[in-house]
C-alpha cells in the first residue's frame, strides 16, 4: 500500500497532542494484555501498520509466537486467562459497536475481572487503538518494525 498522507508531517502539533495523550493511557495495565488488545482492535479494523508495530512490541515483551497467531480466534483458543479472555470481549465488542454488537454479556465479564479503574483504563487503551487504526489504515500509513532479538534467534 502507498502511504497517502503522512498525518505527523501535515499536522505535527495535532499529532504530538494525540501521542502525548495516548501513551500515558497504556500505563496502569499489564504490557502483555495492553499488546492483546492492541493486536485485537487491529485485527477486526484491518490496520496493517499497527498489528505489524504491535506485534513486534508484544514479541518483545515476551508473548509467545502461538498466543500471538491464535489471537484472531480467541475465543476457541484454550491459552488465554479468564481475565484476558474479558479484555478480548470488550476489544470486539467496542471495536464493533457500528457492526450492532452488543455489549451486555462483554461488561458482565469485564466487571467480573476487572476493578472500576481498570475499566476506564482498558477502555481508554480500546479507543486509542481504535483511533490508531483508523489514523494509519485511513492514510495509508507503513512503517517497518524492527525485529525483536527473540523473534530473529
Known amino acids: ?9 501535515a ?5 504530538k497532542s494525540w501521542m502525548s495523550a495516548s501513551v500515558p493511557i497504556r500505563a496502569g495495565l499489564d504490557p502483555k494484555l495492553v499488546s492483546l488488545v492492541e493486536i485485537r482492535a487491529s485485527q477486526l479494523n484491518g490496520c496493517a501498520h ?16 502461538q498466543r500471538l497467531y ?17 479484555a478480548l470481549a470488550w ?9 450492532g454488537y452488543t455489549h451486555e454479556a462483554a461488561y458482565e465479564g469485564l466487571t467480573a475481572h476487572f ?3 481498570e475499566q ?7 479507543n486509542v ?11 495509508g500509513v507503513w512503517q517497518e518494525q524492527a525485529v525483536p532479538k527473540t523473534a530473529a534467534a
Request: proline residues 4%; charged residues 25%.
Open 1 to 9: 500500500m502507498t502511504a497517502r498522507l503522512d498525518p505527523f508531517a
Open 11 to 15: 499536522a505535527p502539533s495535532h499529532m
Open 50 to 65: 499497527c498489528l505489524n508495530m504491535h506485534s513486534t512490541e508484544a514479541r518483545a515483551k515476551g508473548e509467545t509466537e
Open 70 to 86: 491464535l489471537l484472531a480466534t480467541w475465543r476457541e483458543a484454550p491459552c488465554y486467562t479468564d481475565r484476558e479472555r474479558a
Open 91 to 99: 476489544t470486539d465488542a467496542l471495536t464493533r459497536l457500528s457492526q
Open 115 to 117: 476493578s472500576e479503574e
Open 120 to 126: 476506564v483504563k482498558l477502555t481508554l487503551v480500546i
Open 129 to 139: 487503538i481504535n483511533g490508531w487504526n483508523r489514523l494509519m489504515a485511513g492514510f
